[in-house]
Nanobody, 129 residues
Framework: QVQLVESGGGLVQAGDSLTLSCTASGRTFTTYAMGWFRQAPGKERELIGATKWSGSSTYYPESMKGRFTISRDNAKNTAYLQMNGLNPQDTAFYYC??????????????????????WGQGTLLTVSS
């Protein structure tokens, strides 16, 4: 069983860049696809992107392309979310999730039957103007 812990959130200023980390425990991390999600106060959770277990293929919804980059280092059991040009609308709890299939992560916010196997507890990012 994989367990996930996010880190790197906090308070930043508009225009800043920040990288969040998601560290996994468990021997099967390298076989899991990894995804990043966020949920702002009063809003639905949204997918930022997801990457295959190998990192060879990464999916981003159209609305997330450009400022977000997902990567992973399987040797460190860690996935990353690099964010550039942050603005106050990026203020949210950021979560990582893991699932044996990339597809489940991609449709997690649109298909109620597609629940990622593991979620982290989330890390709060606040962007001040």
């Amino acid at each position: 069983q994989v367990q996930l812990v996010e880190s790197g959130g906090g308070l930043v200023q508009a225009g800043d860049s920040l990288t969040l980390s998601c560290t996994a425990s468990g021997r099967t991390f390298t076989t899991y696809a990894m995804g990043w999600f966020r949920q702002a106060p009063g809003k639905e959770r949204e997918l930022i992107g997801a990457t295959k277990w190998s990192g060879s293929s990464t999916y981003y919804p159209e609305s997330m392309k450009g400022r977000f980059t997902i990567s992973r280092d399987n040797a460190k059991n860690t996935a990353y979310l690099q964010m550039n040009g942050l603005n106050p609308q990026d203020t949210a709890f950021y979560y990582c999730a893991a699932d044996p299939t990339l597809h489940n992560l991609i449709v997690a916010t649109t298909d109620k039957d597609a629940t990622p196997e593991v979620w982290g507890q989330g890390t709060l990012l606040t962007v001040s103007s």
